[in-house]
T-cell receptor, first 114, second 116 residues
Framework: DTAVSQTPKYLVTQMGNDKSIKCEQN?????MYWYKQDSKKFLKIMFS???????INETVPNRFSPKSPDKAHLNLHINSLELGDSAVYFC?????????????FGPGTRLTVT | AQSVAQPEDQVNVAEGNPLTVKCTYS??????LFWYVQYPNRGLQFLLK??????LVKGSYGFEAEFNKSQTSFHLKKPSALVSDSALYFC??????????????FGAGTRLAVHP
């Protein structure tokens, strides 16, 4: 009965590799998000999709490519991983975009690049 | 520039005492404000929000927050702290994003430590 789930929970990889993180929500929400939380716990939005359409794309290197196959899923693919990509990545969802609905967060994926 | 600030890195309080976690904001237009809590190795959980109406908003786990427009603040409060309230608390404000959609920007977080 998990609301927002992410896989994997932990990801350890070497510089230069390509990796993906998957997210799924079973809340029936229209909008999904990717956030990055750095080592100082600072949280920043990266992308947002509304009904499979990209609506927010912050200043993120183009090595990061989100994909939403349907409105319940939002994946994040990262090419040519760098040390600075090490962080916790959170997926979130909300009922709709452009409104004041609260967001529901997944448990996070801790990415460590060595 | 639109922003949200949490001036305290950490707040320490004894169990049973009232607690306050501070948040101030700077946005154009009417602010939409949120509080989230993050327990260790977990995602953020929504606590409460202010959209409009009564300045005192009640949320989950006995928390409440007071919106003060003149002081541009939205402080989180609880009358009697529990050890289990110890966590990282984030204030967030809705701001315009790209393409006409809104996004949340988060404060840096305040670590609440409740001591027995």
């Amino acid at each position: 009965d998990t609301a927002v789930s992410q896989t994997p929970k932990y990801l350890v990889t070497q510089m230069g590799n390509d990796k993906s993180i998957k997210c799924e929500q079973n809340l029936g929400h229209d909008t999904m998000y990717w956030y990055k939380q750095d080592s100082k716990k600072f949280l920043k939005i990266m992308f947002s999709y509304n009904n499979k359409e990209l609506i927010i794309n912050e200043t993120v290197p183009n090595r990061f490519s989100p994909k939403s196959p349907d409105k319940a899923h939002l994946n994040l693919h990262i090419n040519s991983l760098e040390l600075g990509d090490s962080a916790v990545y959170f997926c979130a969802s909300s009922q709709a975009a452009g409104k004041s609905y609260e967001q529901y967060f997944g448990p996070g994926t801790r990415l460590t690049v060595t | 520039a639109q922003s949200v600030a949490q001036p305290e890195d950490q707040v320490n309080v004894a169990e049973g005492n009232p607690l306050t976690v501070k948040c101030t904001y700077s946005v154009s237009g009417n602010p939409y404000l949120f509080w989230y809590v993050q327990y260790p190795n977990r995602g953020l959980q929504f606590l409460l929000k202010y959209i409009t109406g009564d300045n005192l908003v009640k949320g989950s786990y006995g928390f409440e927050a007071e919106f003060n427009k003149s002081q541009t603040s939205f402080h989180l409060k609880k009358p009697s702290a529990l050890v289990s309230d110890s966590a990282l608390y984030f204030c967030a404000v809705r701001v315009p994003g790209s393409g006409g959609y809104n996004k949340l920007i988060f404060g840096a977080g305040t670590r609440l430590a409740v001591h027995p």
